[in-house]
Every structure is written in structure tokens, then in C-alpha cells.
Nanobody, 126 residues
Framework: QVQLVESGGGLVQAGDSLRLSCAVS????????MGWFRQVPRKEPEFVAG????????RYGDSVKGRFTISRDMDKNTVYLEMNNLKPEDTAVYYC???????????????????WGQGTQVTVSS
């Protein structure tokens, strides 16, 4: 089992920055992919960003490329999502996810991740 606990959400204005954190614990996850999804009511979760825990190339959803950055701190067992130039359409519940990849790539489909955090709300006002 892998436990994921998000923090850092809140209410900000358009153009502001915010950093989300995801504390990771549990079984060994050195071979896992870590990621972030977001979800608004009545819609499927949207892939935001992903990174292999062991390091390497990152991957981003088209709507956040150039504004969001995913990273991880292996000493603190924490995954971060740095969000810059936030827009009202970034408003959502953000979930930290993790799972073992089926191959050397970062998964972008929600069902490919078994481990999800409880979510943290991000609200961007215009």
C-alpha cells in the first residue's frame, strides 16, 4: 500500500502562484510514477503532470504546460506541484496519484493509477 496526503490548496487570484505538496508513505515506491490529476464536478479527472519517482522525464497536460512544474524530494518523500500564472479554469480538486507503470512511460489515464490521495481544493478567482 502507498499512502498519499496532499496539502497546499487554497483560494488565490488569477495570476498568482501556489505550491501543492503530496506526502508519500508506505511500501517501497522507487519504481512508481507519481502524478497529479484534477477534477471539477461532473467531469472525469484530468491529467495534470507526472514524474517517475526515480527521476527522469516529466510529462504535462496541454492546459498546464509552461505554467506548472512537478518535482519530487526523495529525502522528504514528497511530490510537489508548482503552479504559476493561475487561471480561473485551473479551479478544481487536485489529487496526488501513484502506481507502477506498465512500461517506460508516464500514464495519463486515471484508471491506470491505483493510489489516490484525498484531494485538495484549488480555487482561482478572476
Amino acid at each position: 500500500q502507498v499512502q498519499l496526503v496532499e496539502s497546499g490548496g487554497g483560494l488565490v487570484q488569477a495570476g498568482d502562484s501556489l505550491r501543492l505538496s503530496c506526502a508519500v508513505s508506505g511500501r517501497t515506491f522507487s519504481s512508481y510514477v507519481m502524478g497529479w490529476f484534477r477534477q471539477v464536478p461532473r467531469k472525469e479527472p484530468e491529467f495534470v503532470a507526472g514524474i517517475p519517482w526515480s527521476g527522469g522525464s516529466t510529462r504535462y497536460g496541454d492546459s498546464v504546460k509552461g505554467r506548472f512544474t512537478i518535482s519530487r524530494d526523495m529525502d522528504k518523500n514528497t511530490v510537489y506541484l508548482e503552479m504559476n500564472n493561475l487561471k480561473p479554469e485551473d479551479t478544481a480538486v487536485y489529487y496526488c496519484v501513484a502506481d507502477r507503470p506498465p512500461g517506460p512511460w508516464i500514464m495519463v489515464v486515471p484508471s491506470q493509477y491505483d493510489y489516490w490521495g484525498q484531494g485538495t481544493q484549488v480555487t482561482v478567482s478572476s
